[in-house]
């Protein structure tokens, strides 16, 4: 048996309970293949075995009060994956599916997307089942200062320094700032994804969505095309759905669906920055449903539906992990849609992305074209520890060349691995090798 099938059947059996972190590990394993096959030193030090186990998984207790006075208990996770490049980076996600094996799927993703990025940055994810939905800001408040009063044992602006993900913002973020810094009495760049007036980036907020259209126009590059008139489907609508919107309107493409747990609105005459500031105030500010989107500018809801049966030429996933199955990735594909760039995390699974791959569309796997988030993020640290701040033409500046740069090492390594323009391939060799080559540098640890 080969390498990586000896590693990928030992991960199996240990980790038996955790079908998405297996389902992240299978994939990027497996196309490793050639690399650690022509590179001896990363068998003889076991460097497989390691990278696939968290340098660290602390699991707490997070008791809070509701409104009614009623004490109500949470369980918080933060997995510190791997340090080898820089501090643990990336984000909390509070949301009722939220279990271990969900956060060391993304831990894990991290640490090859942090890579990526070029910036000194390792892997982490946190996060809760509890659910913002339906919670008055009071107590999002107290629950964001309990899950801080532990978490703050264990993280720091150079040891482990999160950020937001699902159903968790400015707001989220804001309280459990206030919290760290009434524990620990430092104010230091513990965080990122923090308000402006406090520490924050310019673009943080934009830059996951600004990101992923600009890899998708990078891809386009090469084929000679650009996202000018491109019609796009776009799932989700929160932080990342919304950025991914406004950019596609600046480069001249349209998009004419938005998504939430409940179901699709489809508007075929585009979401236009009018329309968007609505989805903006309804889903950053009143919190609602996307239905009112379609009641209030009378177009099509698909209730329960996701929106792939949309005929499409570039497919933006934005909501949440295995949303696009094998029969939506049929359906995009015999509807012509020819770029898929992820938004979201995982958002593909494996059968879907077998079909972007066989029929050689343009397919940005989410450890690449969502990149730009913790990019951001990482500058944003840069500005915390100069004490100074970037104005928001060089932040997206810095954001579009390193987008650029993601691009380029992900041909790049999948034309050396004789698969040019497979950027999954492309992806988890290029992110593989700085950090196991920095794990061999550091010996066993
Ligand atoms: P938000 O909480 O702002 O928005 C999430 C959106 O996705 C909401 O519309 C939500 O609908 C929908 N959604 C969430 N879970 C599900 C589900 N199980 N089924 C259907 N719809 C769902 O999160 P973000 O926009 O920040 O994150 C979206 C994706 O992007 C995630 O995969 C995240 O990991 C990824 N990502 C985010 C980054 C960031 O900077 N924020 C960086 C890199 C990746 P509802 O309100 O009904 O739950």
Not at 137 to 142: A, H, K, L
Not at 186 to 202: A, C, H, I, P, Q
Not at 336 to 355: D, L, R, T, Y
Request: proline share 3%; aromatic share 8%.
């Amino acid at each position: 048996m080969s390498y990586v099938g000896e590693v990928l059947e030992g991960v199996k059996k240990r980790n038996a309970s955790e079908p998405e972190f297996l389902q992240a590990v299978t994939e990027v394993l497996e196309s490793l293949e050639l690399v650690v096959e022509k590179h001896k030193k990363y068998r003889d030090n076991a460097i497989l075995e390691r990278i696939v186990e968290p340098e660290r998984q602390i699991i707490f207790r997070v008791p809070w009060i509701d409104d009614k006075g009623n004490v109500r208990v949470n369980r918080g996770i933060r997995i510190e994956f791997n340090s080898a490049i820089g501090p643990y980076k990336g984000g909390i996600r509070f949301h009722p599916s939220v279990n271990v094996g969900i956060l060391k799927f993304l831990g894990f993703e991290q640490v090859f997307k942090n890579s990526l990025t070029t910036l000194p940055m390792g892997g982490g994810k946190g996060g809760s089942d509890f659910d913002p939905k339906g919670k008055s800001d009071n107590e999002v408040m107290r629950f964001c200062q309990s899950f801080m009063t532990e978490l703050s044992r264990h993280i720091g602006a150079d040891t482990d320094v999160p950020a937001g993900d699902i159903g968790v913002g400015g707001r989220e973020i804001g309280y459990m700032f206030g919290q760290y810094k009434r524990l620990r009495n430092e104010f230091t760049g513990v965080l990122t994804g923090k308000k402006l007036n406090w520490g924050g980036s310019l673009i943080r907020p934009e830059a996951t969505g600004y990101g992923a259209v600009y890899f998708a126009e990078e891809m386009l590059k090469t084929k000679n095309d650009s996202m000018k008139g491109k019609v796009c489907t776009v799932s989700g609508s929160g932080n990342v759905a919304q950025y991914t919107i406004e950019k596609v309107n600046m480069l001249g493409g349209k998009c004419v669906t938005l998504s939430d747990s409940d179901g699709s609105i489809y508007d075929k005459d585009g979401i236009n920055d009018e329309k968007l500031a609505f989805v903006m105030e309804l889903k950053n500010v009143k919190r609602g449903r996307i239905k009112e989107y379609a009641d209030k500018f009378k177009c099509e809801y698909l209730p329960g539906k996701r929106p792939w049966g949309i005929k499409c030429d570039c497919a933006f996933p934005s909501a949440t992990q295995n949303e696009i199955d094998g029969n939506d990735a049929k359906t995009l594909l015999d509807n012509g849609c020819f770029v898929v760039s992820e938004g979201a995390n995982m958002p593909s699974v494996p059968e879907a992305i077998e079909q972007y791959l066989a029929k050689k569309i343009l397919y940005g796997p989410g450890k690449a074209a969502n990149a730009g988030g913790v990019a951001t993020s990482g500058l944003e640290m840069s500005q915390n520890a100069l004490k100074m701040s970037w104005s928001r033409e060089e932040v997206d500046g810095k954001l579009l060349n390193i987008m650029k740069a993601i691009h380029k090492q992900c041909l790049d390594a999948s034309s050396e691995y004789g698969d040019a323009g497979n950027y999954v391939l492309g992806a988890n060799i290029a992110g593989f090798v700085k950090v196991a080559d920095s794990m061999i540098d550091q010996g066993v640890v």
